[in-house]
């Protein structure tokens, strides 16, 4: 039997998933029961619905001995009680009481899913099982996000390993080719090859399935985005003396989890600046010849792998004589066609009163921060006769992305190919300065594919034209070398021909230039380490099929950059004396993070040897040298302390430079680093890109 401590935890995490169903469900009848109330047999009906589901969670609150929730779930449970005893429709003044008796409920929830392990807690039901309690059915099986999570990166590590087996398998058909028939080995190789080419296949389809199932398994509807909405309406347009209701198009759109969990603040903004600033009072929509109650649309669709969410209400539209004001008085200028736009900077508001919900200049910049966060875009429209329309364009999944891989700097990077119009190859004669700017003017002709004639990862398709989008033939825009908006060293190009990677987000458009053309590939994204959670330019990383670490870019911040009136320039290149360059001796155990670390420092112009551990990094050491050490601090066979120690212990190293880059960041710890004899400690919750390379920078 399970020990008692056990069963209680047990019983808490089940009624925290329970009470979470519960809250949705009764906001939600309640809402439809203020809607309906001339209705009095539907009241009735919803009434009984509403008591039952009470009655469920004092019985529950009671067996998971929860008191607040007893308390709450009865004083909820009397006055329902009372609506159905006497049969009689329920008042809006009745409704917000019981929505105030519902609200004591989700206070109970919130304080029980904060002491509950994050596995336990993040598993709540959707609106949609909400939706099914109210109309008494169960259905589905609830998964930790967790696990979920879990399952997703052990199904994009087998994508890397699947296309490296598919990589081999073309090499070894190769070699094949390469041994003369007559050869004794040449049968045998034959044979390899074609078992390999086999195995790629039977795992190419495991993968692919794998990978089908588990996106399955984390799809959640479009409703389950917009659950606090209609609650949100309600009560702010109560608080201003407005009327508004809200529309849902689209609700079984069907979404990536972590999808619909980035778009659930960004909704709930824009539909409390559309109550706050849009819709009118009703003496004013009369006057306007509009009926009293504004309606604000709530819509998504799904196409060319874009999901694309619209915010719409028939308010009064953006004030732009204000909005031009406010930002003059804010010593901001914008084109005429940009104004609008404003409405997205930080720390600019038109109201004229600071409330709970508007006039401190937080709101929209936020939803711009929240969607460009996962490589999408925002976008405004407004009129005084239409209202206003908020327009949002994002990845259908965040986790799995096809993206054009290509170098900066020597550096994979991979441009989601969303936005990726057209690839070209242009010449000198094909620029134009204009207005001190290097600009390319159309897009040109498509570039056939990748340097070199071909990829160069297995299973890299060639990079053409990647997406169609709408042609910016005969329209002029800026060309930024790709190493230098992302933040590596690399403004000069040498003569002779660009590639050049058109990206287009939104109304921004810039000519990328290149390096080199990798291919084109469908990749596992992984949240960015801390150290680069600051650089707006990185959605995440990705680990590519030959084990190597690429930077994904968020396109919308990269462009912002590379189009803004001191953005990244293009720059000729002029002929100079190559530098020796400073060599780094990089310890990292984790691949991810050493891939990074060796890609930043590489990319500032360094030579690096990396190693896996404090062992590895000293037999590196005393074959080539170094000039700054950079280490981890917990690693397997020697960890940093112990490499620190060792490299003070012999004369030759005495003066070399070490820096310890960890997680641990107590004093404690520090003191050990500084005994261990470290030059400078850098804790990973506070450290940038231009940390590491100013710290190094010092060293030297």
């Not at 390469?178 to 039977?202: I, K, M, Q, T, W």
């Not at 849902?248 to 903004?269: F, S, T, Y």
Request: one cysteine or more; proline letters at 5%.
């Amino acid at each position: 039997m399970p020990r008692r401590a056990d069963l209680h935890e047990r019983l808490r995490s089940l009624f925290v998933d329970e009470l979470d169903e519960a809250v949705r469900a009764l906001t939600d009848g309640l809402l439809r029961l203020e809607a309906e109330g001339a209705d009095r047999a539907r009241s009735v009906t919803l009434v009984r619905e509403l008591f039952r589901i009470a009655h469920g969670v004092k019985g529950a609150a009671h067996s998971a001995d929860v008191p607040a929730a007893v308390v709450a779930a009865r004083r909820l449970e009397e006055s329902l009680a009372d609506s159905r005893d006497r049969g009689a429709t329920v008042s809006e003044a009745q409704v917000a009481a019981l929505l105030a008796e519902v609200d004591a409920l989700a206070a109970v929830h919130r304080e029980l899913s904060g002491a509950l392990p994050a596995s336990a807690s993040e598993a709540g039901a959707s609106p949609g099982a909400a939706r099914g309690a109210l109309g008494g059915e169960r259905t589905g099986t609830r998964v930790s996000p967790t696990k979920l999570d879990e399952l997703a990166a052990r199904v994009g590590e087998l994508a890397t390993s699947s296309r490296g087996v598919e990589e081999l398998a073309t090499r070894l058909g190769a070699v094949v080719e390469d041994v003369p028939r007559s050869s004794p080995v040449h049968a045998v190789l034959d044979e390899l090859a074609r078992e390999a080419n086999g195995l790629a296949r039977r795992l190419g389809r495991v993968r692919s399935q794998l990978a089908d199932d588990t996106f399955d398994l984390t799809l959640r509807s479009f409703d389950d985005a917009c659950d606090r909405l209609a609650r949100t309406v309600r009560d702010l347009a109560a608080a201003s003396g407005k009327q508004a209701r809200l529309d849902v198009l689209g609700g079984d759109v069907e979404l990536d989890r972590a999808v619909i969990a980035n778009l659930r603040e960004p909704l709930l903004h824009l539909v409390r600046n559309a109550v706050d600033h849009g819709i009118e009072l009703p003496a004013e929509r009369r006057a306007r010849g509009k009926p009293e109650v504004g309606t604000i649309e709530v819509s998504a669709r799904v196409g060319e792998g874009l999901l694309e969410v619209r915010v719409r209400d028939d308010g009064r539209g953006v004030d732009i004589d204000a909005l031009r004001a406010a930002a003059l008085a804010g010593g901001r200028a914008t084109a005429e066609g940009d104004v609008a736009q404003l409405a997205f900077e930080p720390g600019l508001s038109t109201a004229e009163v600071v409330s709970d919900v508007s006039g401190r200049g937080v709101g929209l910049d936020a939803v711009r921060a929240r969607v460009e966060a996962v490589g999408g875009t925002v976008a405004l429209e407004s009129s005084p006769a239409r209202g206003t329309t908020v327009t949002i364009l994002s990845p259908v999944t965040i986790t799995l992305l096809r993206a054009l891989t290509v170098r900066a700097a020597g550096e994979l990077v991979c441009i989601p190919v969303a936005a990726v119009r057209r690839v070209v190859s242009v010449g000198p004669a094909d620029l134009h300065v204009i207005e001190g700017r290097m600009m390319l003017v159309g897009a040109g002709p498509a570039d056939g594919g990748p340097a070199d004639g071909g990829p160069a990862d297995g299973g890299a398709r060639e990079a053409g034209p990647a997406t169609s989008g709408p042609s910016r033939e005969g329209v002029a825009v800026p060309v930024a070398p790709l190493a230098s908006v992302v933040g590596f060293p690399g403004d000069v190009v040498g003569p002779g021909n660009l590639r050049l990677v058109l990206v287009e987000t939104g109304d921004r458009a810039a000519a990328l230039a290149v390096d080199e053309l990798v291919g084109e590939l469908e990749l596992v994204v992984k949240p960015a380490p801390a150290r680069l959670a600051g650089v707006a330019e990185v959605l995440g990383v990705a680990i590519l099929p030959d084990g190597t670490g690429g930077l994904v870019l968020n396109p919308a911040a990269c462009l912002r950059r590379a189009t803004a009136p001191a953005g990244a320039a293009l720059r000729q290149a002029e002929p100079v004396a190559a530098p020796r360059r400073a060599r780094i001796l990089l310890a990292e155990d984790s691949l991810t993070t050493r891939t990074l670390e060796r890609s930043i420092l590489e990319a500032a112009g360094y030579e690096v040897f990396a190693a896996a551990d404090g062992a590895e990094a000293w037999q590196l050491l005393l074959q080539h040298g170094a000039d700054v050490v950079v280490s981890d601090v917990h690693m397997p066979r020697l960890d940093g302390f112990e490499l620190c120690r060792a490299i003070r212990g012999a004369d030759r190293f005495a003066d070399l430079p070490v820096v310890l880059v960890t997680s641990l960041g107590e004093p404690e710890d520090r003191r050990r680093g500084v005994e261990a004899g470290a030059s400078a400690y850098v804790v990973k919750a506070e450290f940038s890109q231009e940390t590491l390379l100013d710290v190094i920078g010092r060293q030297l």
